[in-house]
């Protein structure tokens, strides 16, 4: 019996004794320190330009910016359409912006069909109803830029913004068509795309149905990035867009004889 526990005392000795760690051979150590650290991409700033393109017939002409460098402001008449401002160029020139565009819809009396803010200034009431004013284009006080439904960001909440229109149908949410699009009535179209990230593009288009837009949009793009989210400005005799000869392919007018002033605009300046 002593035999045998000594024996299990030498074997519990045995394997408690820890085992010598063996070195990491040099050449190894110097290809790990070797090794680059691979930094994340950025995506570089791209200025300012014209795009032109056709997706589905549907011919597209705008600008395409970055949010790094570029943002959009609202140019607000409270006097109402025309007081200030005749028409596009004249809105982004007392602006000192490079481009402008007609931005949210207005009542037959002048005033805003739905909540605008201009510079921290409200103007109009929040539309709860319409189509017209299912999305919203904003800005925040941080000026992160980006496009929802008006559900997800709340009356509250966009009344605290820096600027921000309230307009609509969306045409295409997170890449995907919004259904139930309108199909029958064919116009030019004011509107405004956003990649998810830093990507802008604000233009008009050739007269269709905004359900043929929100097909177009989500299975193309008038720029070379996907188009996560669109939305409809108001188009039609509103429809006015204007480029500086100061971004690379203007200058640009599209306003025809027949359109008629607006009550506001959305205005591409610098950062």
């Not at 005799?237 to 009550?263: E, K």
Request: proline share 7%.
């Amino acid at each position: 019996m002593r035999i045998l526990m000594s024996l299990w005392i030498v074997s519990l000795v045995a394997c408690s004794v820890p085992r010598p760690i063996e070195p990491v051979h040099p050449a190894l150590v110097e290809n790990l320190v070797s090794q680059p650290v691979v930094p994340i991409p950025v995506k570089p700033i791209l200025s300012p330009r014209v795009t032109l393109g056709e997706i589905h017939g549907i011919r597209f002409e705008g600008i395409v910016f970055d949010s790094r460098s570029h943002r959009l402001v609202v140019a607000d008449q409270a006097r109402g359409p025309g007081s200030q401002y005749a028409d596009s160029a004249a809105a982004a020139r007392a602006y000192g912006g490079i481009a402008a565009i007609n931005a949210g819809f207005f009542t037959p009396e002048g005033s805003p069909l739905g909540l605008v803010v201009s510079a921290g200034q409200k103007s109009g009431a929040w539309n709860s109803a319409s189509s017209l004013g299912s999305g919203l284009w904003y800005q925040d006080r941080e000026n992160r830029s980006g496009i929802t439904r008006r559900e997800l960001l709340g009356r509250t909440t966009a009344a605290s913004m820096r600027e921000l229109i309230q307009a609509g149908p969306l045409l295409v949410e997170h890449s995907q068509l919004i259904g139930g699009l309108e199909s029958t009535k064919s116009s030019v179209r004011s509107v405004i795309l956003w990649d998810g990230g830093s990507s802008w593009w604000l233009g008009s288009t050739s007269p269709c149905t905004l359900a043929a837009l929100g097909s177009a949009l989500a299975s193309g793009s008038p720029t070379d990035w996907t188009v996560r989210h669109a939305l409809n400005l108001d188009g039609g005799r509103s429809t006015d867009l204007w480029i500086s000869a100061t971004a690379d392919g203007g200058p640009i007018l599209r306003r025809t004889p027949w359109n008629r002033p607006v009550r506001n605009f959305l205005v591409l300046v610098k950062r």
